[in-house]
């Protein structure tokens, strides 16, 4: 290990303001979308208004007689060319993967299903000829509810049936875990579908140059999608440059191979001229992949004491109508985090993934991880409730203590390698003034206030820093978990940081720059942080799954290792002292015990002009360097919410919000908090507000912001955050915070509501829990009725 | 087609435009002022505001032809010379991320602090209701107008 190690941390946790404001505060962006290439035409897509049905004909005459239209296409047009678009995950041996056309040709599955194209000289006529290209159709029935979608006599979306796959795991004697147990608990929980709702909207450019092309994107995956075009649609993969410039957030809906990324590229081949789509944010809740959508039966079985015994987990997963790039994967990304931070003898799981006529389902914020943490921090409040114990009691009689750490979870497959949930609780508490509101929801209780007072509880951990190759290859996903980084020392002692993380959002312009100052003892503002394109950065697995730091971090120091082992080389030369009497801290390289130094600046130059190195030493101190983590890392926090219910209108308002997360060590301690903060907004976005609605026929009743309530300022509290630190293993000490906010809230959030509604008799309420759904609940346990949740559990639209 | 006079960013233009030309692709696809970015379509999530004679609209929901003689101040026209007290603010207070919203963010706030000048906390969330960010959860966006009302944006 070199010396840099010792050198003073001076940039690494310091608030450093981002770099990348000074382009996106003036305006002076590289959104796709802003992309104006010579002879660039504009294409727009003629979708089904069906759910399911046969398609009998397409004319697209009228459309290329208009003036300005250039060409239209319907699927068939594209023949064999077209492909099916990959699924990278095929979770077991047996799984059934349909054939997926990025233009459907005889049957559509979805509402907003691709089945012709028009390409016009400008966007507005285009928009003009789709209203001209006549489709018709055969209605078949459409498949809208997975719980009986695999009865006998049921539609079938495809030829071979609704099932998908089905996917058992477990570990430990299940059985003998549950007989005899003083207390079992069985609960069905509803993980609604949710739309990402990136504020950018997918944005793609084709062009091509010979047999070269250039395909810009509003991605978070150049590299993945440069190997999947390659891979699954014949393109030589020397020939293809994928571009993601500035993107306007992802939230996973931009990790994707998208059926248009891979029109626009055979439309722009075929005409011989760039060719650009922009999706209408209407084009985009329907056919932007949604989220969550899951069945939850969780039982738990514990002693009189409160301690778990054993936790069952049966899960209906909602594909959609096709599987996309990870869908089968996702609900298993949470198979692994039902038991959470607690301790238990034995667990199984089982998932069964269903094919329905609505869009596909994959990768949102979180992506399974967000599904288990509220199965089992909710079963956890209704098992406090049924042994009369506070919530964070019963957690704490549960969970793994700080000393035990490593620590190898019921699953048998994690191994925590660091955690203290004490410390993580005691802090939140003492913000949130736990003990103080528990007496005043008490009093309040006791005098019957209309306005109900509730407390929620989330202490939660997650797998992050995805991943290492050799899990993510016995789970037979179809990519490995490394990342790169490259540094390239410019002869005037600047660098060029190259990273294969793709940011859009998280400030890896600044956090990386940050990282590398320390390093290589180089000022912050020397460094350039490179990435989003795969002739800049030709290698990378991209950002999604909290990875970018605990994975493309660590790539960084691997590649600032080498640089300065190779500037040690001929730092030694220059200071004419054997190289293992050097030392290399701050920027400067030590002869031993004297007072000679040299920059590293100064090595630079000397290594560009390379007139004076030693014999056999390369003229270069680039260098890079490939990650691979040896697991994953484990972020964990407890979070509290108060809310108030007014029990005459079902209105909750959320009266305060403390985080305490553990997210490792920071490199940039404002960027960390704007991701707890946009996290829990996303994650109290699914509890109150959020839901991807059909109607009976199929079609999505939430295609615009005014019906699917993306919350505002206005609807959001202010939150109380803070941090303690228990180092990851690896040498950053890092673990990953994109996820963990939306993780934790949406459990906080019922919890809290269920809190203040449970003297009333109420245990459950479906997500998004409006005003309405509050509201019927508390009429419903008014007039008597013997179970109130599952009055209302039935997960349909409010 | 229509004759429009509209001065842009301090550039005054006249241009004939179709009727039904959108306020927002007049700027991005006419003229090439792609600062103001488009997120919805529907006037919901306040991507593409701008100032029309000082006041904040939503320019997917204004045609171009109802600018015909006004004074419209995108992103890209905002600073003087420096940056704006909220541009400056906004950096300041890490109140963006991806930075799709923040030209509408920062020209609705704009006219939030010209109403006026010393909101409170609440009456800074009330007031940008109309602009979605997906990616702050608005913590930082008030304290970024807060900073920016303290350092007399509003007056």
């Known amino acids: 290990m070199t010396a840099t ?50 398609i009998t004909s397409v004319d697209l005459s009228a459309a290329k007689a208009m003036p300005g239209v250039i060409a239209a296409f319907s699927g068939a047009d594209f023949g064999d060319e077209q492909g099916s678009l990959p699924c990278a995950w095929p979770v077991t041996p047996d799984i059934v993967i349909p054939h997926h056309p990025p233009m459907a040709t005889e049957e559509v599955r979805y509402v907003g299903e691709a089945v012709a194209v028009v390409i016009a000289r400008d966007r507005y006529t285009a928009a003009d000829a789709v209203g001209s290209v006549d489709v018709s159709y055969d209605p078949l029935e459409p498949v809208l509810d997975i719980r009986t979608a695999l009865d006998e006599g049921s539609p079938k979306v495809h030829e071979a049936g609704n099932k998908s796959y089905e996917w058992p795991f477990g570990n430990g004697d299940i059985d003998a875990a549950f007989a005899g147990a003083p207390v079992v608990i069985e609960r069905n ?223 048998g497959a994690l191994t925590y390698d660091s955690g203290n949930y004490e410390a993580a609780t005691a802090r939140a508490k003492e913000l949130f003034g736990y003990d103080a509101l528990r007496a005043e929801q008490a009093e309040r209780n006791a005098r019957g206030d209309s306005v109900r007072l509730g407390l929620g509880v989330s202490t939660f951990t997650e797998m992050c820093g995805l991943a290492p190759s050799r899990v993510l290859g016995s789970l037979a996903y179809g990519a490995g978990g490394w990342e790169h980084a490259s540094i390239r020392m410019l002869p005037t002692g600047k660098v060029e940081v190259v990273t294969g993380s793709s940011a859009h959002g998280q400030g890896h312009e600044t956090a990386w720059s940050q990282i590398v100052a320390d390093e290589l003892g180089v000022p912050f503002d020397d ?116 809310v108030e219910v ?25 960027i960390v908090e704007g991701q707890v903060h946009g996290g829990i907004a996303q994650g109290i976005a699914q509890a109150l507000y959020e839901e991807a609605v059909y109607d009976d026929a199929g079609n999505l009743l939430t295609t615009t912001l005014a019906d699917y309530l993306v919350p505002s300022a206005a609807d959001l509290p202010s939150y109380v955050t803070d941090r303690t630190e228990s180092p990851a293993a690896n040498r950053l000490g890092v673990k990953g915070v994109g996820e963990a906010g939306t993780i934790a809230s949406t459990p906080a959030v019922v919890n809290a509501i269920i809190d203040a509604l449970r003297p009333l008799g109420i245990r459950d309420i479906t997500m998004p829990c409006t005003p309405e759904r509050v509201w019927r609940a508390i009429e419903t346990a008014r007039a008597g009725a013997a179970t109130s949740g599952t009055s209302n559990s039935d997960g349909g639209a409010a | 087609m229509t004759q429009i006079n509209v001065t842009v ?147």
């Open chain 1, 646 to 670: 007014d029990t005459e209108t079902g209105m909750v308002k959320i009266r305060s919000y403390v985080a305490v997360d553990d997210i490792g060590k920071v490199v940039n301690p404002l």
């Open chain 1, 189 to 411: 929980y509803r993980q609604q579908r949710l739309i990402p709702c990136a504020m950018e909207p997918r944005a793609v450019v084709a062009s091509w140059v010979g047999d070269e092309v250039t395909l810009w994107s509003a991605t978070q995956i150049p590299h993945v999608l440069r190997f999947a075009l390659s891979a699954f649609f014949g393109i030589p993969e020397q020939n293809i440059r994928v571009i993601a410039p500035d993107v306007g957030g992802g939230f996973g809906s931009k990790l994707q191979v998208c059926a248009e990324e891979v029109l626009a590229l055979l439309i722009a081949r075929k005409l011989g001229r760039p060719v650009k789509w922009t999706e209408s944010r209407s084009e985009g809740n329907m056919t932007v992949h949604h989220g969550r959508d899951q069945w939850q039966r969780i039982s738990i079985a514990a002693d009189s004491d409160g301690r778990l015994r054993g936790l069952k987990v049966d899960l209906l997963a909602d594909m959609g109508a096709y599987l996309m790039l990870v869908t089968p994967g996702v609900p298993l990304l949470g198979a692994f985090m039902y038991p959470g931070i607690y301790k238990m003898d034995a667990y199984s799981f089982r998932c069964t993934g269903v094919f329905s006529t609505k869009m596909p389902t994959d990768a949102y914020r979180g992506a399974g991880r967000p599904e288990a943490t509220f199965a089992i921090e909710r079963i956890m409040d209704e098992l406090a409730a049924e042994l009369g114990m506070d919530p964070l009691e019963i957690r704490e009689r549960n969970w793994i203590k700080h000393e035990e750490f490593p620590y190898t979870t019921v699953t």
């Open chain 1, 527 to 642: 460094i350039r942080v490179l990435h989003g394109d795969t002739q800049v950065s030709p290698k990378g697995m991209d950002t999604y799954g909290s990875r970018s730091l605990a994975v493309g971090g660590m790539a960084l120091v691997g590649a600032c290792d080498k640089v300065v082992a190779k500037a040690k080389v001929i730092a030694s030369a220059m200071l004419e002292a054997p190289p293992e009497s050097v030392e290399f801290s701050g920027g400067k390289f030590r002869a031993g015990g004297g007072g000679q130094e040299v920059a590293i600046q100064d090595v630079a130059l000397a290594t560009f002009a390379a007139h004076n190195l030693p014999d056999g030493v390369e003229p270069s101190l680039d260098s890079d360097c490939t990650y691979d983590p040896d697991n994953f890392s484990f972020p964990h926090g407890t979070h509290l919410c108060a």
């Open chain 1, 5 to 54: 190690t010792e050198a003073p941390a001076a940039e690494t946790g310091a608030p450093r303001l981002r770099k990348e404001d000074a382009r996106l505060v003036t305006g002076q962006t590289t959104w796709t979308d802003n992309l104006v290439l010579p002879g660039m035409l504009h294409m727009a897509f003629v979708r089904s208004p069906f759910a399911h049905a046969r």
């Open chain 2, 9 to 155: 960013d301090g550039v005054s233009y006249v241009d004939q435009v179709e009727p039904r030309l959108l306020l927002v692709h007049y700027l991005r696809d006419v003229l090439g002022k792609t600062g103001t970015p488009i997120g919805c379509d529907t006037s919901n999530c306040g991507s593409c505001t701008v100032l029309m004679d000082g006041v904040s609209v939503k320019s997917c929901s204004v045609l171009a032809v109802q600018a015909d003689g006004t004074e419209i101040t995108t992103i890209e026209g905002l600073a003087n010379g420096e940056w704006h007290p909220l541009q400056k603010a906004f950096h300041a207070e890490h109140a963006l991320q991806c930075g799709y919203c923040t030209p509408g963010m920062i020209l609705a706030s704009a006219d939030l602090l010209r109403d006026n000048p010393n909101p409170t906390d609440q009456e800074i969330r009330d007031g940008l209701e109309g602009n979605l960010c997906r990616c702050t959860g608005y913590e930082n966006i008030v304290r970024a107008v807060r900073r920016a009302a303290q350092a007399g944006a509003g007056q």
